[in-house]
């Protein structure tokens, strides 16, 4: 399967403090690498995965599970862990998703840094999809919703019904666990998103056991912050997050 060029994966060795940055549903890792950019010449050690089925075909997506795009961001997060003294973990919208999965399952996570957190969908026939993949392969793309006029997240034309089921059974899975996130959290919310709504980042600040959450609005920007207007917003805060808790975690 040919894997288009903005797809690649990004990495770049740093020093001990490691951060997995995982993109979105039907997105590709262009939209997380100027951001692994910046934080790569702040020093930090980065691995930008692409997930399972993306940046492919959306016929490869469709039969891709949520367990396999977990399985690959937790292989980059393990492998990290070898390297690195601490790890913190990015993610946009299902790649929040994934992000507090990995806080769920390895409470040695030493932060996150969540963009429009997606644990559900501003579409209300998303909840249909377990149903709808057996009569309607494709809906309409929910990609490219940016503020900024000509940029392009390269995700796909179209979206896959019974990836979108799956995506239901992520989050169903990482909702049931939230409790377990006990790691300083960073949150970044669009005002205006009209993929996933605001209720999503509620549950998260709600649900979790996090005593260190940082709540940010991003005033300029839609869903894909990280290509936005507000993008610098997001690089500088963060950067700043990892070296503020990096440093209480190595006094500690």
Request: proline share 6%; charged share 15%.
């Amino acid at each position: 399967m040919t894997i288009a060029e903005h797809a690649r994966p990004f990495h770049a060795d740093g020093g001990p403090v490691g951060v997995v940055l995982c993109h979105g549903f039907t997105g590709t890792p262009t939209s997380m690498v100027e951001w692994a950019r910046h934080l790569a010449a702040a020093g930090f050690t980065v691995a930008v995965p692409r997930l399972p089925g993306h940046g492919t075909t959306w016929q490869e997506l469709s039969v891709t599970s949520w367990q396999d795009w977990y399985d690959c961001v937790d292989a980059e997060y393990q492998a990290l862990a070898q390297r690195c003294s601490v790890v913190f973990v990015a993610g946009i919208s299902m790649g929040g998703s994934l992000a507090l999965r990995l806080a769920e399952q390895h409470p040695q996570t030493a932060g996150l840094m969540l963009i429009n957190p997606a644990l559900g969908a501003v579409d209300p026939l998303a909840r249909l999809a377990p149903v709808l993949k057996y009569v309607v392969r494709r809906v309409d793309s929910i990609g490219n919703d940016i503020h900024k006029p000509g940029v392009d997240e390269g995700g796909y034309d179209v979206t896959p019904t019974a990836a979108v089921a799956e995506l239901l059974a992520l989050w169903a899975d990482v909702r049931s666990c939230l409790d377990l996130v006990t790691c300083p959290i960073i949150v970044f919310r669009s005002t205006v998103d009209h993929v996933v709504p605001a209720s999503s980042t509620e549950i998260v600040v709600r649900q979790v056991s996090s005593d260190d959450i940082t709540e940010i609005m991003l005033p300029n920007s839609y869903h894909v912050a990280t290509m936005d207007y507000d993008a610098d917003t997001i690089f500088a805060a963060s950067t700043a997050f990892i070296e503020r808790v990096s440093a209480d975690r190595i006094q500690a």
